[in-house]
């Protein structure tokens, strides 16, 4: 089973996560942008985590197999702070350019302030200057009102609905988004948000159309692997081989790939490692025999 992972914080990950993940069947993964814990109180500390998504971690992937794509954006949770978050809608433009991003996101609403809205809103506006599709994260309190609420401001930009991945979905918004025309994203954590069993009950009953399957795995408990398990248990209900290749895989590739920047032929394969190659000088083995392992 090859396998696209469409949401996964790598830059909270360590490399035994690659391994594992490579392992199970997962060639490339992408990492949208997202915050760090805590907030971040000026802009150039965005500038340095974006060049981070773009460059080192996408290097450290390659050295474990694994191909790395991103979206980038300012997070709802951040989008409050205005501290920084004009600056870093300032510098958004230059990187929603880069071959490697292939979308707009997370952005959404947390809280669901009327901040975060108005921020939703403007990255709505620059999706669309630079044709990309927006992933958007919702909320984890009062899920439903969060979801109406994005929708109302998806319908608003007049955006595509092809063009827009709703996530962190549930077995009640897939009642909202299924005939959106939007995809529905859904995160399987190991206590909460969406498990693996419940996952392939969504699937058996409405269906693997528009609906990615994602871990969001970052520096909480978590878990890289969920695609992969989430994939064991439509195997031991029965469902199709070939509808569960299309899930994991063709779903989230064709959505990212509406970039113009992401050809489906050129990451079905995983990437030869030379783990003696360096990225700024820093190699991942940080001095050891590169055979060791």
């Not at 809103?121 to 994260?137: F, G, N, S, V």
């Not at 206590?191 to 996952?199: A, L, Y």
Request: aromatic fraction near 8%; include cysteine.
């Amino acid at each position: 089973m090859r396998i696209f992972e469409p949401h996964v914080h790598m830059f909270s990950r360590i490399t035994d996560d690659y391994e594992r993940m490579l392992a199970a069947g997962i060639v490339a993964v992408l990492e949208p942008a997202f915050w760090l814990g805590q907030a971040r109180t000026s802009v150039g500390t965005f500038v340095d985590y974006f060049d981070t998504l773009i460059g080192w971690e996408r290097f450290r992937a390659s050295q474990f197999g694994v191909h790395h794509l991103c979206t980038m954006g300012l997070n709802p949770r951040e989008a409050n702070d205005e501290r920084v978050n004009q600056g870093v809608i300032d510098v958004l433009p230059r990187y929603l350019e880069k071959d490697s991003v292939v979308g707009v996101g997370e952005i959404g609403l947390d809280d669901q302030t009327r901040t975060e809205e108005k921020f939703l809103a403007i990255q709505i506006e620059l999706a669309k200057r630079h044709d990309l599709p927006i992933l958007i994260h919702t909320p984890h309190r009062d899920k439903v009102k969060g979801f109406r609420r994005c929708i109302d401001i998806v319908r608003e930009q007049s955006f595509p609905w092809e063009r827009v991945l709703l996530d962190h979905g549930n077995e009640e918004t897939i009642k909202i988004t299924r005939d959106l025309g939007c995809w529905s994203g859904f995160s399987v954590y190991p206590n909460t948000k969406m498990s693996p069993e419940r996952m392939a009950k969504i699937v058996l009953e409405y269906g693997i159309e528009r609906i990615i399957v994602n871990s969001a795995a970052d520096w909480g408990v978590s878990d890289p692997l969920m695609v992969p398990k989430s994939v064991a248990k439509l195997l031991e209900a029965g469902y199709p081989e070939a509808k569960i290749q299309q899930l994991v895989w063709d779903n989230p590739v064709g959505f990212f790939a509406q970039s113009g920047r992401l050809d489906p032929a050129s990451i079905r394969d995983p990437i030869p490692a030379d783990r003696r190659q360096t990225f700024t000088g820093n190699s991942v083995l940080r001095g050891q025999d590169p055979g060791a392992r």
